[in-house]
DNA sequence: AACTGAGACCGGGTGC
DNA sequence: TGCACCCGGTCTCAG
């Protein structure tokens, strides 16, 4: 599952290939095409997948930028400005190929859901197994309201006061730790994974109510949450299950993990319990997380 | 108005 | 071999 250290090794991969050049045109799947007849918007949003095509044509993919888990495409045509937003949801995988016959893993290939033609020959090819993913294209970022509720980007300076902020509102004093650290209305970027993580670096329950920490375990929590972040995207992210970089690429952090999937506690060997929070497995040590 | 919970979206993987 | 079920990031909508 791409969080934000995947979804940066995307990026940065992705930027310096496809900045600066042009789409010629897009392609979407049957399945896209079918799933809009349907009235369902499968990876294409707010556009019916024809209109999407015939806007995205022609224009320039000015700059590569991650926002949260979110890949914005600026694009340009004349003087105007768009963005083409792009979230991998579950399983979306980005490739530039000549060819998509060189997108080797199966699975990849045979759920290939948009193909960017570039003027330069190359082709830019969307692929998601789950299709939990999405290609929304807008004007500005106010035109997809939940962009504007995301929380500031965790390296960014203000973003450690504004977790402890939002930790305080009523709404998300008394949930439990584990799931407001991976609200993106509280922390950008951080999932399953790395709450996981960084929980049991801090030797937080996953389940303690984040009213009963102190403003200097959130503060330290923060800086646990972004280093582990800062540690992966050092390491090319984790590659699990269906995230991969571009063109298939692989992380290492997965090697990293001390306790998301684990059975056994790294540090004392007890086994692992795990609860459900917010509708994901949380996994920790019933002896080292109080 | 604001929050809450449920539902929807999917196919690969797993277990019976 | 077949089939039911599980899983999950985020939005939307009903209550």
Not at 105 to 122: N, V, Y
Request: proline content about 4%; overall charge neutral; hydrophobic content about 40%.
């Amino acid at each position: 599952m791409p969080e934000l250290p995947e979804v940066e090794g995307v990026v940065r991969d992705l930027r310096p290939i496809v900045e600066g050049k042009t789409i010629k045109s897009v392609s979407l799947s049957d399945v896209v095409y079918t799933s809009h007849e349907a009235g369902k918007q499968a990876i294409v949003k707010n556009a019916k997948p024809s209109q999407f095509e015939l806007l995205v044509r022609d224009m320039k993919i000015d700059k590569l930028e991650r926002r949260s888990k979110y890949i914005f495409f600026h694009l340009k045509k004349d003087d105007e400005r768009f963005i083409l937003v792009n979230h991998l949801g579950m399983s979306g995988a980005w490739f530039v190929v000549t060819d998509v016959l060189e997108i080797t893993e199966e699975k990849f290939r045979k759920h290939i859901h948009a193909i960017f033609t570039l003027a330069s020959g190359e082709l830019l090819v969307y692929a998601d197994i789950r299709r939990f993913g999405e290609l929304r294209f807008i004007k500005e970022i106010a035109d997809h309201p939940p962009l504007l509720k995301m929380a500031p980007e965790p390296f960014d300076e203000i973003a450690c006061d504004f977790f402890i902020m939002q930790s305080e509102k009523p709404k998300f004093a008394k949930k439990s730790i584990k799931e407001v650290i991976m609200d993106g209305q509280v922390i950008s970027g951080c999932g399953n994974i790395y709450a996981t993580e960084a929980l049991f670096k801090m030797l937080i329950h996953p389940g303690k109510a984040t009213n009963e920490l102190s403003r200097e375990q959130k503060t330290m929590l923060f800086r646990v949450i972004c280093d582990v972040l800062q540690e992966s995207i050092d390491s090319g992210g984790s590659t699990i299950s269906d995230y991969r970089s571009i063109n298939g690429g692989a992380g290492t952090m997965q090697h990293r993990l001390k306790m998301y999937g684990k059975k056994q506690c790294v540090v004392c060997e007890t086994n692992t319990e795990s609860l459900v929070i917010a509708g994901r497995t949380s996994t920790y040590c019933p002896q080292c997380q109080k």
